[in-house]
């Protein structure tokens, strides 16, 4: 079974400065994607980024990026330029790319998240 | 689109009682899922379904019943509830291709208390 671990419960960044939370998994599996949630005060899950493992270049998304360690299995979120809107939990999360199995698979699309970070940012 | 929607947001239960969680999606997804989240735990699948007319265990099924009703609907049902299910429950929904990313939209939660 693979597992997510979020080291950091919590962190803290200034506003305009630059953070990264780490997250570390294990798994077997040699394709798989890897995900960033972004989970604010309101609770809805939001999709940072993504990550697919047989990609060797690291996602960016605007502000957001990934430094992703394959054979360390790390796979960390720098948030540059942070903001406000930026203080929220965010998980970390694994899916296997092995696509839809038989009924009963243990791959089926499902998620599996690390214990979250939860990120401040101050003024 | 109102993508995936649950009912209700919040709910008080006594130990014991029985209630089901609603959840509704309208963008044509195959696989829908039910997760629980709870303090330094993230979230933890409990029940999900691949298509309409199946499911299966997640990771902290026990204590949960799940009905498939058809391709849009996907209940979850606390027959007996105890206090550690208190927790916020999420239903989301995904496509299912082969060899695709297949992005999981999350409803807004249901915040669930047992005493």
């Known amino acids: 079974a693979q597992t997510v671990t979020q080291s950091q419960p919590e962190m803290s960044v200034q506003e305009a400065e630059t953070v990264t939370l780490s997250c570390t998994y294990d798994?077997?599996?040699?394709?798989?994607?890897l995900f960033w949630y972004k989970q604010p005060p309101s609770r809805q899950m939001i999709l940072v980024i993504r990550?697919?493992?047989?990609?060797?270049q690291n996602a960016t998304e605007n502000r957001f990026s990934v430094n992703f360690q394959k054979a360390a299995k790390s796979f960390s979120l720098k948030i540059s330029d942070s903001q406000l809107g930026d203080a929220a939990m965010y998980f970390c999360?694994?899916?296997?790319?092995?696509?839809?199995?038989?009924?009963?698979?243990?791959?089926?699309?499902?998620?599996?998240f690390g214990q979250g970070t939860i990120l401040t940012v101050h003024p | 689109n109102a993508g995936v929607t649950q009912t209700p947001k919040f709910q008080v239960l006594k130990t014991g009682q029985s209630m089901t969680l609603q959840c509704a999606q309208d963008?044509?997804?195959?696989?829908m899922y039910w997760y629980r989240q709870d303090p330094g735990m993230g979230l933890r699948l409990i029940y999900y379904?691949?298509?309409?007319?199946?499911?299966d265990k997640g990771e902290v099924p026990n204590g949960y019943n799940v009905s498939r009703l058809n391709k849009r609907e996907f209940s979850l049902r606390l027959e007996s509830a105890a206090p550690s299910q208190t927790s916020v429950y999420f239903c989301?929904?995904?496509?299912?291709?082969?060899?695709?990313?297949?992005?999981?939209?999350f409803g807004p939660g249901t915040r669930l208390t047992v005493l």
């Open positions: 798994t077997s599996e040699s394709d798989y994607y």
């Open positions: 963008m044509n997804h195959n696989s």
């Open positions: 989301a929904s995904s496509k299912t291709r082969t060899g695709v990313w297949n992005e999981q939209f």
């Open positions: 990550q697919e493992a047989y990609k060797q």
């Open positions: 999360a694994y899916r296997s790319a092995g696509g839809p199995s038989n009924a009963g698979g243990t791959s089926y699309g499902k998620l599996t």
């Open positions: 379904s691949a298509s309409e007319g199946t499911t």
